[in-house]
T-cell receptor
């Protein structure tokens, strides 16, 4: 079974631009969560989607948004990029009713 | 507010010996705990978990202990192997459909051959 796939792996953007990251969950997993990892703050929860609906949201500004499609694939979008948005963005999927999340390799975003 | 804390950011251990990683949490609503291992340029890999109804869970070389009254858990790796060299994250969540994991900042483990 294929794992969680995130694209692209690396991205370089400039301040003020917007970016879209993509995540394909493990087949059969309907819950997709997104996390941001930075050296200072560690791994922080962004949001979770289940059945195309945002079910949980972390403490991030409205510039961070996401969506989920009917095939459970998910995208997250960051608008008006700031230097502090430079981070590793991780996507994780899980089976319905199970708390074990399986992570992708992440997208490394650099904002210049 | 860091709800999950991992002190002692790094640990060096001889191959074959025991590695012990500690984790403390502050939110008494947490009832499910997980450990993940992360290599550079990869995503975290699930290792082992424990629910609050248990105080110990074992899987091969990995054992997790939970002390609910102290809000403390630990991961024991016995025997440690060079391939165990990685960053280990402790995570916590509330069961019942909530997939929001709160992570500690991680412990770097180096196993010396």
């Amino acid at each position: 079974k294929a794992g969680v796939t995130q694209t692209p792996r690396y991205l370089i953007k400039t301040r003020g631009q917007q970016v879209t990251l993509s995540c394909s969950p493990i087949s059969g997993h309907r819950s997709v969560s997104w996390y941001q990892q930075t050296p200072g703050q560690g791994l922080q929860f962004l949001f979770e989607y289940f059945s195309e609906t945002q079910r949980n949201k972390g403490n991030f500004p409205g510039r961070f948004s996401g969506r989920q499609f009917s095939n459970s694939r998910s995208e997250m979008n960051v608008s008006t990029l700031e230097l502090g948005d430079s981070a590793l963005y991780l996507c994780a999927s899980s089976l319905t009713g199970k708390n074990i999340q399986y992570f992708g390799a992440g997208t490394r975003l650099s904002v210049l | 507010d860091q709800q999950v804390k991992q002190n002692s950011p790094s640990l060096s251990v001889q191959e074959g010996r025991i590695s012990i990683l500690n984790c403390d949490y502050t939110n008494s609503m947490f009832d499910y705990f997980l450990w993940y291992k992360k290599y550079p340029a990869e995503g975290p890999t699930f290792l082992i978990s424990i629910s609050s109804i248990k105080d110990k869970n074992e899987d091969g070389r990995f054992t997790v202990f939970l002390n609910k009254s102290a809000k403390h858990l630990s991961l024991h790796i016995v025997p440690s192997q060079p391939g165990d060299s990685a960053v280990y994250f402790c995570a916590a969540s509330v069961l019942g459909g909530n997939n929001r994991l709160a992570f500690g900042k991680g412990n770097q483990v180096v196993v010396i051959p």
